[in-house]
């Protein structure tokens, strides 16, 4: 069992937890995941790490509630336990070398863009992040950012603080502007890193996209996260849980992964709703 040491509402939706798992805590690196089980009758879920303290053994989760089992999971209170938390999983992002980086986050993606970019900082790498969000209210981990970044932009869709616009806006910028960048690393909505990588595309800029968002099982098995990726004229397939979850972008099909993860859309709807009525019924 491993118990919930913190538990913090970032916005509405999307929740941050601190673990107490020191076996997973002293191996963690940016880009990895773990799997866990809210109570022995739960589903396995994979959550990327979103940080972690080798020194008080806990590990970082931040969550949106999209499905009935992040349903379950926001109901649980600092004290309490989880069944299950395996990991680390997959492989974690890789940094070395790399002196001036552009991080590019979306929504809840920023959760697992912020590791990566801490831990550039503390490599002493230039780091540049833009945070992207519908509007004011969705906004998570600005003043984190603010803390490992050289310079940091933050958009908004509706322009209701910050910027106004989304993430490409200030990338292309910089790069017209002459902007030279080691990697650009984009984590966020299948439909943003696409756009992101669309823009990267015409200057060259090597670019990492990390294809968490298409998990579902996370051992390989289910196929869900499996991903087409164009190498050198031929395709080849990958699975974003074993193989990644962080690929290179110009590679990456993302109209297809698009398609593939829209096919559970509704599941998890009517997942999210029956347990939303479970709550309902147990506080009547």
């Known amino acids: ?49 979103a940080g972690y303290d080798r020194e008080a ?32 999983l997959g492989v974690a992002t890789h940094l070395h070398g790399l002196k001036k980086v552009c991080i590019v986050g979306g929504g809840v993606g920023c959760a697992i863009a912020l590791p990566i970019a801490q831990k550039l900082h503390e490599m002493g790498a230039d780091v540049t992040s833009i945070i992207g969000f519908r509007n004011k209210d969705l906004l998570i981990l600005e003043d984190e950012f603010n803390a490992c970044s050289n310079t940091l932009r933050v958009m908004t869709d509706d322009g209701s603080y910050g910027e106004h616009g989304n993430v490409t806006v200030p990338l292309k910028e910089m790069l017209e502007a002459g902007e030279k960048f080691d990697m650009i690393i984009t984590i966020g909505p299948l439909i943003m890193m696409k756009f992101v990588v669309a823009t990267a595309k015409p200057f060259g800029t090597p670019i990492t996209a990390s294809m968490n968002p298409i998990m579902i099982d996370g051992t390989g098995m289910c196929g869900g996260c499996r991903l087409t990726l164009n190498v050198d004229g031929k395709k080849v397939t990958k699975f974003a849980c074993v193989d990644g ?7 990456i099909d993302f109209d297809e992964a698009m398609s593939r993860g829209r096919m559970y859309a509704d599941f998890e709807r009517h997942a999210h709703d029956e347990a939303c009525n479970l709550f309902k019924k147990e506080v009547k």
């Open 57 to 88: 053994g806990t590990v970082k989760i931040i969550f949106q509630i999209v499905g009935g089992t992040t349903e379950k999971l926001s109901h649980k209170e600092e004290g309490d336990y989880l069944q299950d938390f395996v990991g680390p």
């Open 1 to 49: 069992m491993y118990k919930i040491i913190n538990k913090k509402a970032l916005n509405p939706t999307v929740i941050m937890m601190d673990i107490e798992a020191p076996l997973v805590a002293k191996k963690a690196e940016p880009g990895q995941f773990i799997i866990l089980r809210v109570d022995e009758n739960g589903e396995r879920i994979p959550l990327t790490v």
């Open 245 to 251: 979850p962080d690929f290179n972008g110009y590679e």
